[in-house]
């Protein structure tokens, strides 16, 4: 089983600014698909953004394009997620998730819930 740690939530005003940091157990942490997914109240958990394995490329949800910005450090087995411009509708539990499966692009690992090991979620609420 893999742990998965996030770290970094917090309260900020709307227009305000958050950094997400995520680490796993994981000893070949580049060869794994890593991203950021998150659930508010009574929603349901949707991708927020993806990194490929390795220093691949990155998706984004539309809700957060050109505020988000998905990053990983394969050295030190981090992941992070930079948050800008916060709005209210933001506000929900940020969940880390890595990979089941070596080696996958960020579009596919995005696409479902399945085969993840998830972190235990991190509060992020952004006030009006």
């Known amino acids: 089983q893999v742990q998965v740690v996030e770290s970094g939530g917090g309260l900020v005003q709307a227009g305000g600014s958050l950094r997400l940091s995520c680490t796993t157990s994981r000893l070949t942490f580049r060869d794994y698909a890593m991203g950021w997914f998150r659930q508010a109240p009574g929603g349901e958990r949707e991708a927020v953004s993806c990194?490929?394995?390795?220093?691949?490329?990155?998706v984004y949800a539309d809700f957060v394009k050109g505020r988000f910005t998905i990053s990983r450090d394969n050295a030190k087995k981090e992941l992070y997620l930079q948050m800008r411009d916060l709005q209210p509708e933001d506000t929900a539990t940020y969940y880390c998730?890595?990979?089941?499966?070596?080696?996958?692009?960020?579009?596919?690992?995005?696409?479902?819930?399945?085969?993840?090991?998830w972190g235990q979620g991190t509060q992020v609420t952004v006030s009006a």
């Open positions: 998730a890595a990979d089941q499966n070596t080696y996958r692009g960020p579009t596919p690992f995005c696409q479902d819930l399945a085969n993840k090991y």
């Open positions: 990194i490929s394995w390795g220093s691949g490329g990155a």
